[in-house]
């Protein structure tokens, strides 16, 4: 099964696809999507959107994993960060994905095994899942790598008795 894993933005939006077979692990690709200060918001949300519609056209993953969107400090990038993470929902529901959102702690859960782990100890954990040599960048990269890994960990028993489906056009 492939699966895409997002880090919500509006300035980077991290994208990771795994391929996942048998308990098993193999990054596909991993990147950014990013957009410019400065330029019209809704520009930059059309940059998401474009962004994102490509990277399910390229690797024809059949799940989403994105990250809940959780309110801390900056009401003004909350907002904003909502608006990106409707259009990724957008490309998503058009290509027909399975979309599964999880929250941080979710996250820091499935790949570390604890709960309170820290970004450095999450981002470590995912290197090694997945065999990488070194940390992806930047670190919106990673942790839509590790959103996929919860996917993976959280789908488990669904992914036992998984059955390919064919993928289609867009």
Not at 3 to 31: C, H, K, M, S, T
Not at 72 to 86: D, P, Y
Not at 141 to 152: F, G, K
């Amino acid at each position: 099964m492939r699966i895409l894993g997002i880090d919500p933005g509006y300035a980077i939006v991290g994208w990771g696809v795994l391929e996942y077979q048998g308990n098993r692990f193999a990054p596909v690709d991993f990147g950014a999507i990013t957009t410019e200060a400065g330029v019209p918001f809704e520009q930059r949300l059309k940059t998401v959107y474009d962004g994102v519609r490509g990277v399910i056209e390229q690797y024809r993953p059949e799940a989403l994993a994105i990250e809940q969107l959780f309110y801390q400090h900056n009401q003004t990038t909350v907002i904003g960060v909502a608006e990106a993470r409707g259009v990724i929902l957008l490309a998503a529901a058009e290509a027909g994905l399975t979309i599964c959102e999880y929250t941080p702690m979710q996250v820091k859960i499935a790949v570390t095994g604890y709960g309170k782990a820290v970004k450095k100890q999450v981002q470590e954990m995912t290197r090694i899942l997945l065999h990488l040599e070194k940390i992806p960048k930047p670190d919106d990269t990673a942790d839509a790598l590790a959103m996929a890994i919860t996917y993976c960990h959280s789908s488990h028993n669904r992914l036992q008795n998984y059955q390919p489906r064919s993928i289609g056009p867009i």
